[in-house]
């Protein structure tokens, strides 16, 4: 917080809040969860691990950083500039010290469990389905279809993950009463693009939840909805083990 121009209230606007528990039914379905447990405001592990922002540090990043991304644009890197709603993080430039520190310290942490997941999952049954979970403003919404959506699936546009896959979260949730988009506006980031080969058994998808459906955005605690979320996501979960196990 030292570095921050901004609250603890202000900085968890970033937060995918309760995801965590709202999946916890992944659990009864054969499903490993692996939860990111550091704000994303801090290190954003669906970034590649070095994109950032060369105006964000006092002194130079090395060759191999990734500065010229759309999302270190619109100041969404690894070590992000920005929160919801554009509010600036940092009072002063940082130093790629404390940057590599970060990384060092979570993301490479974080992927090398979960590669090591997948590939235990790999080995035992010849294919393997990565269901990343996240959740979006409600604000980030209501420029798609007609009246907004609560869920987006991101499979790459079809390249990381089999579309039997995608239609069966979509079937699943579209059946409970939710408005389904795909890869508009979130088709995916880092982490389905990384692990997504479909041709290798390796399925990757990503799914975007509108925090109207269970969260006080301003507050940061979640609403009755909760509830109700949690339960329907038991039945997209046997919809999606049914999907993998026929892959």
Not at 49 to 72: H, I, K, N, S
Not at 97 to 116: C, D, F, M
Not at 128 to 134: A, E, F, G, N, S
Not at 151 to 162: H, I, K, N, P
Request: net charge negative; proline share 4%.
């Amino acid at each position: 917080m030292q570095a921050s121009v901004l609250d603890r209230s202000e900085i968890r606007r970033s937060e995918d809040a309760f995801v965590d528990q709202l999946i916890e039914a992944g659990l009864s379905h054969g499903a490993a969860i692996l939860t990111a447990t550091y704000a994303r405001a801090f290190v954003d592990v669906n970034r590649a691990p070095y994109e950032l922002d060369p105006a964000m540090f006092a002194d130079g990043l090395p060759a191999y950083a990734q500065a010229d991304t759309a999302r270190v644009a619109a100041g969404l890197g690894s070590i992000a500039r920005i929160v919801a709603e554009g509010r600036e993080i940092y009072a002063r430039k940082l130093t790629f010290a404390e940057a590599e520190a970060r990384i060092e310290a979570v993301h490479r942490p974080y992927h090398a469990t979960l590669s090591g997941l997948m590939a235990e999952a790999h080995a035992r049954h010849g294919k393997v389905l990565l269901v990343d979970w996240h959740s979006m403003p409600a604000a980030a919404t209501r420029s798609v279809g007609q009246g907004g959506c609560d869920m987006v699936l991101g499979d790459r546009f079809g390249a990381a993950c089999a579309p039997a896959v995608t239609q069966a979260a979509q079937d699943s949730l579209t059946a409970l009463g939710y408005r389904v988009a795909r890869n508009t506006p979130y088709a995916g980031g880092y982490t389905t693009e990384l692990y997504g080969r479909p041709a290798q058994g390796v399925h990757a998808l990503q799914i975007e939840i509108n925090r109207a459906l269970y969260l006080d955005e301003p507050r940061m605690a979640p609403t009755p909805g909760f509830g109700r979320l949690k339960a329907d996501l038991d039945s997209v979960f046997a919809g999606l083990a049914a999907a993998a196990t026929a892959l």
